[in-house]
């Protein structure tokens, strides 16, 4: 429980006009805002699938880029997970500075969490 414990994260469920809408709450906007993206189990297993594939391979050395159905990026690093809120301004320069940084072994603990929390309504690790 120490990730969400250090990213300050907390998980809920918010009804807007008769729709339940499931939300993050963190240090990062930024991060809230990418697993916002994420909101149902299959979209979270794609996700999980992205970074165990960038992790289970040391050697390959390109970071691997995601981007959102919202046009945000998610650029998962071996080590290093960069989010970026506009894919576009990153196609157009590589360069830029990302919106949120965090180890790559976090980002998955916390989508893993996120993924929990969908399916079963818990907000902890999953086991």
Known sequence: MSILTDYKISF????????????????????????????????????????????????????????????????????LTRLYHDAEAYDTNPNTIPAYNLPTADFKEIVKAWKNFITNGNNGLLT
């Open 12 to 79: 809920g469920v918010k009804k807007i006009h008769n729709t339940d809408f499931k939300f993050s709450n963190s240090i990062s906007p930024s991060l809230n805002a990418i697993l916002f993206e994420f909101g149902n189990v299959i979209d979270c297993d794609a996700l999980l699938e992205v970074i165990y594939l960038r992790v289970s391979n040391p050697i390959q050395s390109e970071d691997i880029l995601y981007t959102t159905q919202g046009l945000q990026m998610i650029r998962i690093g071996f080590s």
